[in-house]
């Protein structure tokens, strides 16, 4: 599942030089189902700031893809969200292990945005499900896979798109490339 095969960039006609550049392409990697833990854990604002940090365990979860099928690591994880005081807007920061089906353990650190775009989202307590056309919601992913067949992921970089479905965050998982329809290349030490 490919997007953008040599789409031009708008940034052409920004430029007063003759240098063309097109639009990167998005493969799909996989869908993690996550499940977070029931309580959150707010830790307030430093030094009487603005900025809340708010961290939100994970409990578990799967992820199925083309080339991937796995599950999170039982509590290996949560998403250190810094929240801005008066609004619902947050940026996330989570890490977590996932467990491949063959027993290779991956390494995951997202970092992204959370904000609602309709200002009523959260009128009656927070929902338990958002969808992608209630809120702006993308995390940038990266991976650090050891030796073997899930190398190639230690050169992605990943774009999440989330969405929440009956308390479950959702991640859409996406590689970023120049080079739609060719895999990821392996990365590893050549010593």
Avoid at 61 to 89: C, E, F, L, N, R
């Amino acid at each position: 599942m490919t997007s953008s095969r040599s789409q031009s960039s708008p940034g052409n006609d920004y430029s007063t030089e003759n240098i063309k550049m097109k639009i990167p392409g998005m493969e799909f990697i996989y869908r993690l189902d996550c499940e977070m833990a029931k309580e959150n854990h707010l830790v307030g604002a430093p030094f009487g700031g603005t900025n809340s940090r708010m961290i939100m365990p994970i409990v578990g979860g799967t992820v199925k893809g083309p080339k991937i099928d796995g599950t999170i690591q039982h509590m290996s994880g949560a998403d250190w969200g810094t929240m801005v005081k008066g609004t619902d807007y947050m940026r996330l920061d989570a890490r977590y292990t996932l467990k491949t089906h063959d027993g290779h353990y991956i390494y995951v650190r997202s970092k992204g945005i959370f904000s609602p775009q309709k200002e009523d989202l959260f009128a009656k307590g927070e929902p338990s499900t958002m969808a992608q056309s209630d809120v702006d919601w993308f995390t940038r992913l990266q991976f650090d896979a050891g030796p073997g067949p899930y190398d190639w992921m230690n050169g992605v970089f990943g774009i999440g798109v989330l969405s929440m479905h009956k308390g479950r965050i959702i991640i859409d998982a996406y590689r970023l490339t120049n080079f739609p329809g060719e895999a990821a290349k392996d990365i590893s030490a050549k010593i």
